[in-house]
């Protein structure tokens, strides 16, 4: 402080620029108390309760007729969910990023809406449009279609909350590709679609495929607005969040606990699946 | 063909302004998530603005208005101060088990937000691993606001940590040795070299946390009891009033948490455009 020249080896010498010895063991406990207290425990708990009784109970837990209609139903909704948001989403990203429209930039604001809206509300608002009386309920009731307490609501509810992912997933990586390949494929006398399905989709492949992954471990762990539209008809419309809801409402935590952790195994593969394909693909961008 | 003067409409991205992705899309986008919200903003104000005003100024809804602001700005200010402190550890430090630590930030999304719930109650409910804490600490925890700030906290928690890390990373630690060098100390460098420059980052996790966290519903709803007046955040009191077939007062609700939300939506809007800019 006192003397503003420095002696050459003190910029050198990195544990002199940075000031550590214990300060960083001081944010290493903090950081490792915060994540150990909020995540670790609570999951350690979970397991513990879900294998206390044994595994021939867990087994019990997760094979009862309706624990396996709720699984099997929430499985069916998320995987159409994830198919027709991998498509969509994949549009959505191509149109915001490769074509100049008016209202692009509102579009693409427009598409975070989703992070921001309580889930509920969601809920609450497809309740309004597709309800028995509803703004658009009345005409599909008429026409015996029914969107509301059944599948079609559920998975509107999911289409919806999930709708950002494979956007921004891939929209990055659009941004990023260079437009060589494309306009070669173009001056060849290419189509449009034959440039997207021959040069573009191969490449933004593995974006594709992180969203759909976290469209797919969302959509099996969404409540909110599942729970007001799908009506819950145990066996028919009740997935598997809302029957762990009704286990723990019913004092059952053995058994919610148990289909909790088989659901919270699921999704945290599919999280940390993202997780190595990310780092994939960083590492082969750094090889290039 | 020799000739490239044609090249940026080969491209073909202003050729046709309204080719036929783009209505899908607009179509697409428009149904899934402009409807929904013009057609709260009609079942909240349909039967006029009285009904609605009247609905929100219940003593009910305005404490469970109260109470999610005071669980949303609580778990914002927590997940802000640990996540940051959390993400500068995952960034600039070097240690065995970092990548562990790094790879549980990630869980509360994969989490269900009824299965934290849950988990909260296998802590420190009856028969918990921490049932003996309430009545140490004297207060309870779960069916009342300290389990339902825990809840908060918990499912939000990867914002801050997960949109800060990316920004630090980027800025490098340049600035930080030129601080030291001048003799700063490790909080001056931090508070004067660190944080300005990454406070956008810090601002976009913290509006997402505080989106999320106005917004939970499922933890919150297993681990509060919902007693009205008492336990009753915004969200449980619109799932109430549904239940009790009250639509006015739901919908007015809903719709307020929605503009809330949109008005979160334009912070989280501007603090990416902030982002890349630099």
């Known amino acids: 402080m006192t003397s503003p020249t420095l002696e050459p080896h003190e910029v050198e010498d990195p544990s002199l620029t940075f000031p550590r010895p214990w300060g960083n063991w001081g944010l290493r406990t903090v950081a490792g108390l915060y994540l150990g207290a909020m995540i670790l425990l609570p999951v350690a708990a979970i397991l513990h309760s879900g294998f206390e009784q044994g595994l021939r109970h867990f087994w019990q837990s997760i094979t009862q007729p309706i624990a396996g209609r709720a699984l099997y139903l929430t499985l069916l909704t998320a995987g159409v969910t994830t198919l027709i948001n991998a498509i969509m989403g994949t549009m959505a990203a191509y149109v915001l990023v490769r074509h100049k429209f008016p209202g692009q930039r509102i579009l693409n604001a427009f598409i975070d809406m989703p992070f921001a809206i309580p889930t509920l509300v969601t809920g609450v608002m497809l309740v309004i449009l597709y309800g028995p009386q509803g703004l658009f309920g009345e005409w599909f009731t008429l026409h015996g279609i029914e969107i509301v307490f059944a599948k079609p609501g559920i998975i509107l509810a999911l289409l919806l909350v999930t709708y950002p992912f494979t956007v921004r997933s891939v929209q990055p990586v659009l941004l990023a590709m260079s437009l ?30 992180t969203g759909s992954l976290l469209t797919f471990a969302r959509a099996i762990g969404e409540f909110g607005s599942i729970v007001v539209v799908s009506g819950n008809i145990p066996g028919r419309t009740l997935t598997a969040p809302v029957h762990i809801f009704g286990l723990i409402e019913s004092e059952d935590r053995t058994g919610a606990s148990a289909i909790s952790i088989l659901l919270l195994s699921l999704s945290f593969t599919l999280v940390l699946l993202v997780d190595w394909l990310q780092k994939r693909r960083e590492a082969a961008r750094g090889r290039i | 063909m020799a000739e490239f003067e044609t090249e940026p409409r080969l491209t073909g991205s202003e050729s046709r302004r309204f080719s036929l992705p783009v209505v899908l899309v607009l179509l697409y986008t428009a149904l899934l998530l402009l409807a929904p919200i013009v057609a709260i903003s009609w079942g909240a104000l349909s039967s006029g603005l009285g009904v609605a005003y009247n609905a929100l100024s219940s003593a009910d809804a305005l404490h469970a208005l109260k109470l999610t602001l005071i669980l949303g700005v609580s778990a914002s200010v927590f997940n802000a101060i640990l996540g940051l402190c959390t993400a500068w550890v995952l960034v600039r430090d070097k240690f065995w088990g970092q990548s562990l630590l790094n790879g549980l930030v990630d869980l509360p999304f994969a989490i269900s937000p009824v299965i934290a719930g849950l988990m909260l109650i296998l802590l420190f409910g009856r028969g918990g691993w921490f049932e003996a804490l309430p009545d140490a600490l004297g207060m309870p925890i779960v069916f009342a606001l300290p389990g339902m700030f825990l809840a908060t906290a918990f499912v939000s928690l990867p914002f801050v940590v997960r949109e800060v890390m990316p920004v630090l990373r980027h800025l490098g630690t340049e600035g930080e040795e030129a601080a030291y060098t001048l003799g700063a100390s490790r909080w001056q460098a931090f508070w004067h070299v660190t944080l300005p420059a990454i406070r956008w980052g810090l601002l976009y996790g913290v509006s997402l946390t505080f989106a999320r966290a106005l917004g939970e519903f499922g933890a919150v709803l297993v681990v ?7 336990t009753e955040t915004a969200t449980l009191f619109i799932f109430r009033s549904m239940d009790d077939r009250n639509y006015p007062a739901a919908y007015a609700m809903a719709l307020v948490l929605a503009l809330i939300s949109f008005g979160l939506l334009m912070l989280i809007e501007l603090s990416k455009s902030k982002i890349r800019e630099r």
Do not use: N
């Open chain 2, 224 to 230: 509060s009891g919902g007693v009205s007046g008492m």
């Open chain 1, 180 to 209: 060589d390949q494309e306009e070669a494929a173009y001056t060849l006398g290419a189509s449009r679609w034959t440039t997207f399905w021959r040069i573009v989709l191969p490449s933004i492949f593995p974006a594709i495929l």
